[in-house]
């Protein structure tokens, strides 16, 4: 069983960074893929990024292009999403969720696994 567990929401200004960490239990394979997403209250979970649970292929929704990097250390079981540049339009819950493909997944219900989440609000 995996389990997930993000942390490093806050409430940043505008223009300002946050780092969200996912850790990950249970087996967790390369044959996997990670992914975040996010939920804005009364909207849809969106997609945010993905990568293969190797690292060696990304995506990214058009909206944090430039902004947010994922990266994973997979010694630690862990996963992060870098944003800068943060956006009141980016306020939302975060989650991570792993899925079972070794290619990056944009769509939710390609993963079976999530987390939490964790709350960020940027601030105008």
């Known amino acids: 069983q995996v389990q997930l567990v993000e942390s490093g929401g806050g409430l940043v200004q505008a223009g300002g960074s946050l780092r969200l960490s996912c850790a990950a239990s249970g087996p967790i394979f390369s044959s996997h893929a990670l992914g975040w997403f996010r939920q804005a209250p009364g909207k849809d979970r969106e997609f945010v990024a993905t990568?293969?649970?190797?690292?060696?292929?990304?995506d990214y929704a058009d909206s944090v292009k430039g902004r947010f990097t994922i990266s994973l250390d997979n010694a630690k079981k862990t996963a992060y999403l870098q944003m800068n540049s943060l956006k009141p339009e980016d306020t939302a819950v975060y989650y991570c969720a792993v899925g079972w493909a070794p290619r990056p997944l944009t769509d939710l219900r390609q993963y079976g696994y999530w987390g939490q989440g964790t709350q960020v609000t940027v601030s105008s």
């Open positions: 990568s293969t649970w190797t690292g060696t292929r990304t």
